[in-house]
């Protein structure tokens, strides 16, 4: 079993940036692919950016390609959201994902995904 716990959300101006952390505790020695996804209230989760834990190998939603930075830290078992350039249309609920079977046709579903934090919410104020 694996807990994530999601911090560093908050309220930001538009053009602003913040850096979520997701922290993982339990099963840790496990070696398992992390990803962030974000919901709005009544509309579907969506896939922001995942990184495999082999090669440290990075994708991301074209929404956020060239604004966000997905990356770990293993000795920590940390995962981080770098958010740069926030827009209005950021606003959500940020969730850290993880999972230790995940292969690469999946990685943006978030039904792959077997762990999950309670979310850490971003407004963006235009």
């Known amino acids: 079993q694996v807990q994530l716990v999601e911090s560093g959300g908050g309220l930001v101006q538009a053009g602003g940036s913040l850096k979520l952390s997701c922290a993982a505790s339990?099963?840790?020695?496990?070696?398992?692919?992390m990803a962030w996804f974000r919901q709005v209230p009544g509309k579907e989760r969506e896939f922001v950016a995942a990184?495999?834990?082999?090669?440290?190998?990075?994708y991301y939603a074209e929404s956020v390609k060239g604004r966000f930075t997905i990356s770990r830290d293993n000795t920590r078992n940390t995962g981080y959201l770098q958010m740069n350039s926030l827009k209005p249309e950021d606003t959500a609920v940020y969730y850290c994902?993880?999972?230790?079977?995940?292969?690469?046709?999946?990685?943006?579903?978030?039904?792959?995904?077997?762990?999950w934090g309670r979310g850490t919410q971003v407004t963006v104020s235009s």
């Open positions: 994902a993880a999972d230790e079977r995940l292969i690469l046709s999946t990685i943006r579903l978030g039904a792959a995904y077997d762990y």
């Open positions: 339990g099963r840790t020695s496990s070696r398992f692919d």
């Open positions: 990184i495999r834990f082999a090669g440290g190998h990075t």
